[in-house]
């Protein structure tokens, strides 16, 4: 009596405070009278919604929606959560699907009525249709899928990563129990990843990261079955550049490589020479380890590249990749490009370091290679302080720099050429050269 009292009072007072404001409320009815009406139907429906009196609430929720179908989101929220509710509390199939039958229209006319809200609009509705419709009837494949193809398609210019995820989630699943094809999987897949790489949200790489991990693992990412697949269609229409990328994606992700794929990245790359695609031969002659051409087509990438942190990644691949060449001038080249964009780029620094001792090794005698082992381990101390501690590149860090260390010229070298601990020194060798600090050992 308490609950039911306590809601009596709360009905009086909302109506009574807001009275006024409802009847110069078109969403209440086009007159006065209606728009009166309306109010205690909407109070009233607010009422039966908190005692949980589905009967009447869902009365008062048909009445409304027939009436004033734009009254208020909550009408359609509380709605949504009471057949949720008798939906978990059903105890036959017959009261369940009701329940969700009704969920799902509700959503629908959520989404028709509200579909121009500027957060909460056409796309937000169907995103919660289709996870509350799989959280609770996850076997209904068909449905389920629908939905989120809707909600993805609806959400097209602003991506939802963790939408995406779910669903490719639920795709990797079928495609386990073999209820889609490998031609299938593969293809959403591919759509799913671009859409992702549209985001804008900062847990678009998260999410794809995931997605890949899961890709990888399925059994489907290798480059039997993508030639398989796909290359008779390509032979069947060997002008379709949409289909030819699509192939070229699937290898990418896949980390695979083999002689179509290479006869394919050839041909896309003379019609679209763009930077993916560059780097994707790069990595083909990589695995070859044919590097010299390897790396004219990274800087094929780094030449076309607009945006600067994937230019920096660029310019590092370029880094390594010389340094393993022992091009240790060309490597230091690139990471002093990489530190103009980017000054606390560890990794660069620990390139650069690595390229000048190569230099140094390679290229000075005697003393003079003992004395530009001080520039080295300052070099090597930089990179150290900008890696994370945790990172794998901090332990080779620390014994580049104890190796160097060790093989500081001896103290009494210093002393026979008139120089002290502590004491500034020019270093001048091969093309090496800079101010450091001399550091003698025992």
């Not at 896309?268 to 993916?276: L, S």
Request: contains cysteine; charged residues 25%.
């Amino acid at each position: 009596m308490k609950k039911i009292l306590f809601a009596l009072l709360a009905f009086a007072s909302i109506f009574s405070v807001n009275a006024q404001a409802y009847l110069n409320d078109p969403r209440y009815g086009a007159t006065p009278e209606e728009r009166t009406e309306n109010a205690k139907l909407y109070a009233a429906f607010g009422v039966s919604f908190g005692l949980k009196d589905w009967g009447q609430t869902s009365k008062e929720l048909q009445e409304l929606l027939q009436k004033v179908p734009t009254i208020s989101e909550n009408l359609y929220i509380k709605g949504v959560e009471m057949y949720r509710q008798r939906f978990t509390a059903a105890e036959n199939d017959s009261d369940r699907k009701m329940a969700l039958d009704s969920i799902v229209i509700l959503f629908d006319l959520r989404a028709e009525n509200f579909k121009n809200h500027p957060s909460r609009g056409y796309g937000y509705v169907l995103t919660q249709k289709a996870r509350l419709y799989n959280q609770l009837n996850p076997d209904d494949k068909e449905n389920g899928y629908k939905f989120f193809v809707d909600a993805i398609t609806a959400t097209s210019e602003h991506p939802v990563p963790e939408l995406v995820g779910q669903y490719f989630a639920l795709v990797t699943e079928s495609f386990k129990f073999d209820e889609i094809s490998l031609e299938n999987y593969m293809t959403r897949y591919e759509e799913l990843s671009k859409i992702l790489k549209t985001s804008q949200d900062p847990t678009g790489r998260d999410i794809q990261a995931s997605i890949d991990a899961t890709f990888a693992s399925s059994g489907a990412a290798n480059c039997e079955n993508i030639e398989k697949i796909f290359r008779p269609k390509y032979e069947a229409d060997p002008s379709n550049n949409d289909l030819l990328k699509k192939i070229l994606g699937l290898f990418n992700h896949a980390k695979c490589q083999n002689p179509w794929q290479m006869e394919l990245l050839e041909k896309y790359y003379q019609n679209d020479p763009q930077p993916e695609f560059a780097l994707m031969l790069a990595g083909v002659y990589e695995e070859r380890k044919e590097y010299e051409k390897a790396l004219e087509y990274i800087n094929v990438a780094i030449n076309n590249e607009t945006d600067p942190a994937e230019k920096v990644k660029h310019m590092l691949r370029a880094a390594g990749q010389t340094l393993a060449m022992e091009k240790y001038r060309e490597s230091a080249s690139y990471c002093e490009k990489v530190l103009q964009i980017d000054p606390d780029n560890g990794m660069a620094s620990n390139f650069y370091a690595s390229a000048v001792a190569g230099a140094v090794n390679s290229g000075c005698s005697d003393f003079d290679k003992q004395a530009a082992y001080w520039l080295v381990v300052d070099y090597y101390s930089k990179a150290l302080r900008l890696i994370p501690q945790d990172d794998p590149q901090a332990e080779n860090i620390k014994k580049a720099i104890a190796v160097y260390s060790g093989n500081f010229p001896k103290k009494d070298e210093l002393f026979m050429r008139g120089l002290e601990d502590g004491a500034s020194y020019n270093v001048s060798c091969s093309w090496v050269s800079g101010k450091t600090t001399v550091r003698g050992r025992n």
